[in-house]
């Protein structure tokens, strides 16, 4: 495997660290051609690295050179950087984008990381427990393993602070909102990726009452009016909103009061229940959290937790088009949004009242375009990809800075 990748050039490195994996792509300069894909899974336990490459389209696993697995993100990162080294040592990362859920009220754009920057990033870590730390680890593994080259943080919150006040606040005393609970809204740079792909490829479109429905493990929707983010489903947490594979969605504030009086749950057993034993999971009485699964299941709790789920997202079509007053475009995206042909087809065909006509067909051949030329509403089926958005704007601020 080593050094048969003939590449050479510069390149960005980007990186999504999660709370135990890391995955990552390089992206070759100028033109930010995407050459592989990877993740290092189960940092700390028995970590697996797999690699795959776009030229060849082949997927390897690859073995720890010293046999020995690494214990934390910085040994994952440095393996990764010099697996690199040796497989495509012509390749010269010169700037590393990283994915950070929390950008909170002042970050609305990627910026590069000072120490500045990763102050103000550490005290955002209260409002994102479980993802933010593991970011931050990231960015601080990178900057221990590339030394000087720029570390650039690009945040899923920032999409949406085109937000009004009416939009973000909850009806709590205001003191909070000053604190900083509001809606963040999240998965923004999925949405940057659709926003863009719409104005690229309908731009007669683009600019109206648009839904983008990212529907993956974790899933949100967004309005948006004129390219820009009015409302999204998900609020402070990345737990509000539409069901997911183990996270509740939106939920009456008065179960949790509910756990912690009569149950005598603390603040993370729920926590615990809320991120990890709920949504689809917890619906199909723990069968599972993958929507094939509970496709391909005859449980009734498995068809119960779809009929949740296709009840969930119709209702926020119906909540989001009503902020907007109309929808002329729908999208879906996301592993299930992409891939679910069935839930398309539920939730498009049971919203015909809102000018939706499906083509089934193209809708079970995979097409870009799944509605018919009669319906009202356009309904698109596009692959995100948060990794490509990454790495452009890694590339443009370090051109910037750097003249590159
Ligand atoms: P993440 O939010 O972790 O990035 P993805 O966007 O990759 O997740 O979505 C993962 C989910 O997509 C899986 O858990 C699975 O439920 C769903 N999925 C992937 N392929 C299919 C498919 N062919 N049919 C239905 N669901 C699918």
């Known amino acids: 495997m080593d050094n048969e990748k ?15 994996s890391i995955k990552f792509s390089v992206f070759l300069l100028p033109q930010l051609n995407q050459i592989l894909v990877g993740q290092i899974d189960d940092i700390g336990g028995d970590a697996r690295f797999t690699v795959r490459w776009h030229s060849d389209n082949n997927q390897v696993s690859l073995n720890w050179p010293n046999a020995t697995p690494p214990k934390n993100h910085r040994e994952a990162l440095s393996e990764l950087i010099n697996w690199l080294h040796r497989t495509a040592n012509e390749i010269e990362i010169i700037a590393v984008g990283h994915r950070v859920v929390h950008g909170g009220q002042k970050y609305s754009a990627p910026v590069i990381v000072t120490e500045k920057v990763m102050k103000d990033l550490e005290a955002l870590v209260i409002l994102a427990p479980l ?25 899923d919150t920032a999409f949406h602070r085109t937000h009004s006040f009416v939009e973000d606040c909850y009806a709590i005393p205001r003191y909070f909102y000053d604190q900083g609970v509001c809606r963040y809204g999240f998965h923004g740079l999925s949405y940057e990726y659709i926003a863009e792909q719409l104005m690229t490829k309908f731009p007669g479109e683009s600019g109206g009452k648009v839904i983008i429905a990212h529907l993956g493990n974790g899933a949100s929707m967004t309005a948006l009016k004129g390219g820009v983010s009015i409302a999204s489903t998900m609020g402070f947490s990345s737990l509000d ?16 009061l509910y756990m912690m009086q009569r149950e005598g749950l603390s603040a993370n057993e729920i926590s615990e229940i809320l991120y990890k034993e709920s949504g689809l999971k917890g619906l199909s009485g723990g069968l599972s959290n993958d929507m094939r699964t509970l496709e391909a299941s005859a449980l009734p709790e498995a068809k119960e937790a779809i009929d949740y ?6 209702r926020e079509i119906g909540a989001l088009t009503a902020l907007m007053a109309g929808l002329d475009v729908i999208v879906f995206t996301g592993g299930i949004g992409s891939n679910s042909v069935m839930i398309r087809e539920r939730v498009l065909s049971e919203m015909s009242w809102i000018g939706i006509d499906l083509d089934r067909e193209s809708n079970r051949n995979g097409g870009t375009i ?29 051109k910037k800075m750097c003249g590159v």
């Open 131 to 155: 993802h933010e730390p593991h970011n931050l680890a990231g960015i601080r593994a990178a900057q221990e393993s590339f030394g000087a080259i720029p570390q650039i943080a690009c945040f």
């Open 6 to 20: 003939n590449l050479r050039g510069q390149a960005i490195l980007t990186i999504n660290a999660g709370s135990s």
């Open 241 to 256: 909103g539409l069901p997911m594979g183990t996270r509740c969605g939106e939920i009456d504030p008065g179960v949790l």
């Open 370 to 398: 799944i509605s018919s030329k009669a319906s009202r509403v356009l309904c698109l089926r596009i692959n995100t990809d948060e990794e490509r958005v990454i790495a452009r704007h890694a590339f443009e601020l370090t």
């Open 309 to 314: 789920y296709v009840r969930e997202v119709k």
